[in-house]
């Protein structure tokens, strides 16, 4: 009889067969159960996949955003200082032209200067070439003094002439 309890040990349980006609009989549901599970495995994977690149198309368009928005910046910013730069350029041109025809004031006025404008200002200066003289205007005096001279000049030679001696005097 050792062979029948080896037989019957061998054998499932009445619950083990009650399990397996369960099993048996709802194989589709499960089978369903199984499939819905996996397809939700499935579409969290999909749906972390899609947020990801989501994120990262997100950041992507911020970085992009700050980097035009420095580049916008620097534009204007270099736009900006290229056009003080020019007015500064111009503005010490002309402090170098007045200064170089007014050289008393620009001594006067060096000391009161930054150092670095007043070094500028002389380096512009020296590149500058002196004024020509300034053309002297005869005073009010000396125009009255030329006709009289030319009058006086007219009046001897008609005297001499009326005397009648023919040579000249100049």
């Given amino acids: 009889m050792d062979w029948l309890d080896n037989l019957f040990k061998k054998l499932p349980t009445l619950k083990g067969i009650t399990y397996f006609f369960y099993v048996a009989s709802h194989w ?32 992507d368009h911020e970085i992009k955003k700050l980097i035009d928005d420095y580049e916008d ?21 002309l402090l170098a032209v007045h200064y170089r025809f007014e050289p008393l004031l620009w001594q006067a006025m060096r000391n009161n200067l930054p150092a670095g404008l007043a070094k500028m200002i002389e380096t512009v200066i020296e ?31 008609d005297v001499i002439r009326s005397s009648g001696n023919p040579t000249k005097k100049p």
Avoid: C
């Fill in 28 to 59: 589709g549901t499960f089978k369903e159960e199984l499939a819905q599970y996996r397809q939700q495995i499935q579409d969290r994977e999909n749906w972390l996949k899609v947020q990801e690149s989501n994120l990262k198309k997100i950041h």
């Fill in 73 to 93: 910046k620097l534009q204007h910013t270099t736009e900006a200082f290229g056009t003080h730069v020019d007015l500064f350029q111009h503005s010490v041109t």
């Fill in 127 to 157: 590149k500058i070439p002196l004024p020509p003289p300034q053309p002297t205007f005869p005073t009010f005096g000396s125009i009255l003094l030329q006709d009289s001279v030319k009058i006086t000049d007219t009046v001897k030679v």
